[in-house]
């Protein structure tokens, strides 16, 4: 069975520090993998989403940058943060081939928090 | 441009029935989900519709019109852990899912 791992679950970063959420994906080749932003009580914001090794496609101008180095793992980082980057991070795969219906299947979430 | 509407919160009460509704104008459709999101949890999957009529799965339906742009989730005796936000997702034609922002349910005892 696929599953979806994304670490860490809890970050607490000073204004201007680095960042980097990792996700990986399990039991799937070759998948679509997003990375979505939820701010507090809001819908999901989609940043970034991959359709292949080193193909990323940006949604959202921002100080974010994401990079996929293998098939089944996708990483969100930032040079330095800003107070309005805090927020739930969630990472989503899933598959479009015949038969498949588009269901998105989401990570456990990495809850930022900008001081 | 391409917009999802979803009512932002709701009240209901244990061991009654609720609907929450969900209107869409997208480019294209090539299905509807529901999701439902507990308090700082991920999304979690309850059903998908791509064609028009009723999906029912046990205390959980959704119905979906077409032509008007239309779906609901009908939620059935209400249990205090269905209090959680329900997010409504259209796949559009280029298969990107455009978002609702969600309604908050609010059960009550």
């Known amino acids: 069975s696929q599953t979806i791992h994304q670490w860490p679950a809890t970050l607490v970063q000073p204004v201007g520090s680095p960042l980097s959420l990792e996700c990986t994906v399990e039991g799937t080749s070759n998948p679509n993998l997003y990375w979505y932003r939820q701010a507090a009580g809001r819908g999901l914001q989609l940043l970034f989403y991959s359709v292949g090794i080193g193909q990323i496609s940006s949604e959202v101008p921002q100080n974010l940058s994401a990079s996929r180095p293998q098939d089944r793992q996708f990483i969100l980082s930032s040079k330095k943060l800003l107070l309005s980057d805090s927020g739930f991070y969630l990472c989503?795969?899933?598959?479009?081939?015949?038969?498949?219906?588009?269901?998105?299947?989401f990570g456990e979430g990495s809850r930022l928090t900008v001081l | 441009g391409q917009n999802i509407d979803q009512p932002t919160e709701m009240t209901a009460t244990e061991g009654a029935i609720v609907q929450i509704n969900c209107t869409y104008q997208t480019s294209g459709f090539n299905g509807l989900f529901w999701y439902q999101q507990h308090a700082g949890e991920a999304p979690t999957f309850l059903s998908y519709?791509?064609l028009d009529g009723l999906e029912e799965k046990g205390r959980f339906s959704s119905f979906l019109s077409r032509s008007k742009g239309y779906s609901y989730l009908l939620l059935k005796e209400l249990q205090m852990k269905d209090s959680a936000s329900y997010l409504c997702?259209?796949?559009?034609?280029?298969?990107?899912?455009?978002w609702g922002a969600g309604t908050k349910l609010i059960i009550k005892p």
């Open positions: 997702a259209v796949l559009d034609s280029n298969y990107q899912l455009i």
């Open positions: 519709n791509v």
């Open positions: 989503a795969w899933r598959t479009l081939g015949q038969g498949d219906t588009g269901e998105l299947f």
